[in-house]
């Protein structure tokens, strides 16, 4: 069973920072290519960061510079490093599989707010 542990969410100040993780199960980790998604409020789910299992990286324009993925294989973890918040970065954020594995986990809350 996929399943998928996202945690680190929280309120911060535009211009601040947060780090989410999520710790990913059942599958194959450290084969398998992983994404990081956002949703924000009356929006579509949109494409944040993505790194392959040799780790290489891309981003969505809108993130570019501001937010970096990484990858943890012993723990089986994905990392998305937010620095230089916006309040259009306000969002649910959920992390998956690519491709994607059909398995969604409950996400996480990013709030950029004064």
């Known amino acids: 069973q996929v399943q998928f542990v996202e945690s680190g969410g929280g309120l911060v100040q535009p211009g601040g920072s947060l780090r989410l993780s999520c710790a990913a199960s059942?599958?194959?980790?450290?084969?398998?290519?992983m994404v990081w998604y956002r949703q924000a409020p009356g929006k579509q789910r949109e494409l944040v960061a993505g790194?392959?299992?040799?780790?290489?990286?891309n981003y969505a324009d809108s993130v570019k510079g501001r937010f970096t993925i990484s990858r943890d294989n012993a723990k089986n973890t994905v990392y998305l490093q937010m620095i230089s918040l916006k309040p259009e970065d306000t969002a649910v954020y959920y992390c998956?599989?690519?491709?994607?594995?059909?398995?969604w986990g409950q996400g996480t809350q990013v709030t950029v707010s004064s």
């Open positions: 790194i392959t299992r040799g780790g290489s990286t």
């Open positions: 998956n599989a690519q491709p994607n594995s059909g398995s």
């Open positions: 059942g599958i194959i980790f450290s084969w398998t290519g």
